[in-house]
């Protein structure tokens, strides 16, 4: 450039690409391409107008906890119930897991004596744990969706059954696990 040029401003070539622009103006058209039209087209470009603020919506329930149908919510409190009581009960019977299979071979009709203490506290113990954690699990499955007011009464179901599966096996491994107490079941069983 020559001085002459730097003297008045009219005389200095229009820039081009921004080459004058800040980053913060190059941003700005970026962003905004009604701007760089405008400039281009050697037109003011127009302030950024606000975003409009959306009407109110139309009058409905207050907003909080929604709820599903009565009958769902008596049903599934019963089935949450009956879970407790039931979970509670059984696993105070599989911490004494000796007694607990005892007491199954009599149901069955058979005499005979689990052995196997150690395998037995500690699977039995393993069964506790999963009725409980499985109960837990599924009252705050239950109270979750009944908080969206959605039907809930077959979240208690599938949780006993997913439960009463992963605890089974435990109980079937401690059982397996005393030789003599599976021989006088199995010889117990008429061919």
């Known amino acids: 450039m020559s001085g002459a040029s730097s003297e008045n401003p009219e005389a200095r070539p229009r820039p081009q690409y921004g080459e004058y622009a800040t980053p913060e103006e190059q941003r700005a058209r970026i962003q905004r391409p009604e701007v760089t039209e405008a400039l281009d087209a050697g037109v003011a470009p127009q302030p950024e107008q606000p975003a409009p603020t959306p009407a109110p919506a ?82 705050l499955l239950t109270w979750r969706r009944l908080r969206r007011g959605r039907i809930a009464f077959w979240i208690p179901i599938a949780g006993f059954v997913a439960t009463a599966l992963i605890a089974g096996v435990c109980v079937t491994l401690a059982l397996v696990g005393d030789q003599q107490f599976m021989t006088a079941i199995i010889g117990s069983v008429p061919n």
């Not at 919510?73 to 407790?84: E, K, P």
């Not at 979970?87 to 058979?110: C, H, K, M, N, W």
């Not at 037995?120 to 009725?131: D, F, N, S």
């Open 58 to 139: 139309a009058a409905g329930p207050p907003p909080g906890p929604l709820r599903g149908p009565l009958w769902d919510r008596i049903v599934t409190g019963g089935l949450l119930a009956y879970g407790l009581v039931s979970t509670v009960s059984t696993i105070v019977q599989l911490l004494d897991f000796p007694r607990y299979a005892e007491s199954a071979a009599g149901v069955l009709g058979v005499d005979a004596t689990y052995t196997n203490l150690q395998a037995g506290y500690v699977w039995g113990a393993a069964a506790a744990l999963v009725y409980g954690v499985g109960w837990l699990l599924t009252a």
